[in-house]
């Protein structure tokens, strides 16, 4: 079969179309035939060598956290051979070999169903960079969001932005606002029906207190940092929280630590080890739901073959996409 590997840690051209056998599922192991994949931003810190040491299985590691497919063989308690299902957690192309290849072994704890109604570019677009899941599990589990609330998610074209504004809209916010660094991407998210701050004609902490009448945001899904996270944390209404997701714009922040103070803010970080399989598999059981019922609409920016794998991943880490890039098998 084929599969998209790497030998060592490097750059995007350490990334090789292998041909290899198909894996053996082992005990209660499923066996799935991968239809499409996702291109996610922890794909390119794992590869980059950026994960804690013993993080990553030995190498050659089989790239790609996220997919869709049908399953192959059950084993002892997966779902009947022939059921489409989607990726659900698990640490594929981390700690054992991932989706970008024809097959890959699974735990079946890390299945869900994907209904009919949905396409298999529909199914992997919603999983791809995890931004809807993140949104869900941070919004509904650990900044406290309640019906009327106001919700700021940085970067319009990431999985972050669109995911958080989408789900805080579903949720009841009163108020979903994302951000965009060219006017051209500004464009393309009111075009998206999102409510956006061009960063090139006001700043974020302007653009959210013109849209709040000054009041601020509840709650700000981070998935940006660098310099956005000091300006977010600017721009909380007084008891607000900023959720720290993912790190796209840097790894380094710098605040004004009275905006912790007089706005009696608090921050906390995001990571899906925080919740248990049983949480995720709901929540991508909810967000399915909510697909099928075309309640939330994941955006597409590009699909590329598997083969060009490692062009796909570039262009997401590199290239700006406006919605989520997909491999096809």
Known sequence: M?????????????????????????????????????????????????????????????????????????????????TRVMISGGRYGIAADGTWADYVVVDPAHLVPVPEAIDDTGAVALSAGAGYLTAWLALTELAGFRPGATVLAPGSGGAVGQGGVEIARRLGASLAITTATSTAKAELARAAGYEVIDLTAESLRDGVARLTGGKGVDIVLDGVAGPITGQALGALARGGTLV??????????????????????????FQFGMFTQEQINAG?????????????????????PLERAAEAQRHLIEGGPFGRVLLAL
């Not at 980059?48 to 996220?66: E, I, N, W």
Request: glycine share 10%; net charge positive.
């Open 2 to 82: 084929r599969a998209v590997q790497y030998d060592r840690f490097g750059d995007y051209d350490v990334l090789r179309l292998a041909d290899v056998p198909r894996p053996v599922p082992q005990d209660q192991q499923v066996l799935v035939r991968l239809a499409m994949a996702g291109i996610h931003p922890l794909d390119n810190t794992v590869r980059s060598g950026k994960m804690p040491p013993g993080t990553v299985k030995p190498f050659p590691v089989t790239a790609g956290s996220v997919g869709v497919g049908t399953v192959e063989e059950p084993g002892a308690l997966g779902p009947a051979a022939g």
């Open 284 to 304: 991508n059981v909810k967000l399915l739901d909510m697909l099928a019922r075309k309640e939330i609409h994941p955006l597409v920016d590009r699909v590329f």
């Open 244 to 269: 720290s997701i993912g790190y796209s714009g840097g790894m380094r922040a710098e605040i004004n630590v009275t905006d912790l103070i007089w706005k009696a803010a608090r921050v906390c970080g």
